[in-house]
């Protein structure tokens, strides 16, 4: 029986286990892919600390700090089912195993909706982005594209505008989605073009990076082509939860809903990182969160009177 069992792997799990193991209680971590979305970004230029480093980079020194510690790591492991029995809390993997704990600390993290469309994963990295607080600076002076229009695209297209020097938002729909004020503050900028009932086609490079990105007029029919150096895809970030439905409180949104503690909506079970209600995306955030919930874990198992 796990003192604290973290699922996910990512950098809130990892700093889950590193938190928890320092308190000399028995700690496993089961992983997908050990790592986490960390293995997908190219450079990391925001850790705190850390002046500029590689997500794969990054992901092993993860690894082998988590390693200085006696943690049981079961990686490359899909967790399949939450369930909380008497005063243990089962997990279930997809290869059949059940694991039991006294607390656990959900890890699993997110990933970024696909728009799906040729292109995009040849160019992801390479003039295709996802992350506006990541990737942005990389674009000083460009030309982009926000696809979306929803909360979080308006919000991209403001906050690149003061970095780039052209943002085009092409939303499917005819109308923006976001809140109105974020929407009139868009339009008042003046190197923000906004295109509505554009349905995006193409993302075109030149073989190494982005030029240009394709979409068809809704409305008209003809194909378009506008021509710039970065696409950041914004249609949404699906948390990693589909395995936890109806057995810990989720947002509308499909996020683990959390106090302050980190504590989700069913005793013993903790949250952390990109899969929770807690705002902004991000790895120095998820650490922060994953350390908070070992915490949290550790206190709710020296108040508890099971052995
Ligand atoms: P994740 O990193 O998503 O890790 C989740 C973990 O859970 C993984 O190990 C996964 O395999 C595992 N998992 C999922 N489901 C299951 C399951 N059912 N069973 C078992 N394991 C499961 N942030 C920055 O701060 N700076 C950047 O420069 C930056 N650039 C980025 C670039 C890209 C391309 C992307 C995609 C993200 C970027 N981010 C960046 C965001 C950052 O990567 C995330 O905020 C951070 O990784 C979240 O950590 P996490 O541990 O919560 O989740």
Redesign the pocket.
């Known amino acids: 029986v796990f003192d604290v069992l973290i699922?996910?792997?990512?950098?809130?799990?990892a700093a889950a286990a590193i938190y928890a193991a320092r308190k000399g209680i028995r700690t496993g971590v089961?992983?997908?892919?050990?790592?986490?979305?960390?293995l997908?970004?190219l450079?990391?230029?925001?850790?705190i600390s850390v002046k500029e480093t590689e997500?794969p980079k990054f992901a092993v020194a993860l690894e082998q700090h988590v390693k200085e510690y006696e943690v049981d790591i079961m990686n490359t492991?899909?967790?399949?089912k939450l369930v909380s029995v008497g005063k243990r809390i089962e997990v279930q993997t997809a290869s059949g195993a059940v694991l039991k704990a006294k607390s656990v600390i959900l890890?699993?993290?997110?990933?970024?909706r696909e728009i799906n469309v040729p292109g995009e994963k040849e160019y992801r990295?390479h003039g295709v982005?996802?992350?506006p607080?990541?990737?942005g600076p990389l674009f000083k002076g460009k030309r982009v594209a926000v696809i979306g229009g929803g909360n979080s695209g308006v919000e991209a297209a403001i906050d690149l505008a003061g970095i780039v020097k052209h943002v085009t938002l092409i939303e499917f729909g005819a109308e923006l989605r976001a809140d109105a004020v974020l929407q009139r503050k868009l339009r008042s900028l003046p190197n923000v073009d906004v295109i509505v009932s554009a349905q995006t086609t193409e993302i075109h490079g030149d073989g190494k990076i982005v030029n240009a990105l394709s979409y068809k007029d809704r409305v008209s029919g003809e194909a378009k082509k506008v021509e710039l150096e970065g696409v950041f895809v914004q249609i949404g970030l699906v948390p990693?939860t589909e395995?936890l439905k109806d057995t810990v409180a989720l947002s509308r949104h499909g996020e683990i809903e959390v106090d302050a503690r980190g504590q989700t909506s069913l005793p013993g079970v903790f949250a952390?990182?990109?899969?929770t209600t807690v705002p902004y995306?991000?790895?120095?955030?998820?650490t922060g969160e994953?350390a908070k919930a070992a915490l949290s874990a550790f206190d709710h198992l020296i108040r508890s009177d099971d052995d």
């Open positions: 699922v996910g792997g990512g950098p809130a799990g089961l992983a997908e892919r050990f790592g986490g979305q960390v997908d970004t450079a990391i230029e925001n850790f997500g492991q899909r967790a399949s890890a699993t993290g997110a990933r970024w990295n982005a996802y992350c607080h990541c990737d990693n395995w952390a990182g990109d899969v995306k991000q790895i120095i955030i998820a994953g």
